[in-house]
């Protein structure tokens, strides 16, 4: 991604995201955080960390799906020898979406039960 493109996306992402988080500041009193804010944190990672799973996730297997048909439409007959890594390469990537998944269910849980 080029420099021009990349400031506006930079620059929407910080309108979108992180400027509406003043709106629910509050000062710390003699409480500081409580149960309800990890709880809270914990949810909000939980839905982050499997959104990135799934995007790495996804954007791994199409790289590597493409690289694959690649090779097989360049030489043909090697599509067995090309076709047998990609399909473990993809199994590997798809584990790791789904221990991302398993991470989020965790703290999806963490958050729901207070413990």
Do not use: H
Request: no cysteine; hydrophobic share 60%.
């Amino acid at each position: 991604m080029s420099t021009r493109k990349f400031g506006p996306a930079a620059l929407a992402f910080v309108a979108a995201f992180l400027v509406p988080l003043a709106a629910f500041a509050q000062e710390t009193g003699k409480m500081g955080a409580n149960l309800n804010d990890v709880r809270m944190w914990a949810g909000a990672g939980a839905g982050f960390a499997i959104g990135l799973g799934v995007l790495g996730g996804a954007m791994g297997q199409g790289k590597a799906a493409a690289a694959a048909l690649e090779g097989i439409s360049r030489n043909p007959g090697a599509a067995a020898r090309i076709q047998t890594p990609m399909i473990l390469g993809l199994a590997l990537i798809e584990s790791l979406v789904l221990l991302s998944f398993v991470i989020a269910f965790f703290l999806q849980g963490f958050a729901a039960s207070g413990k």
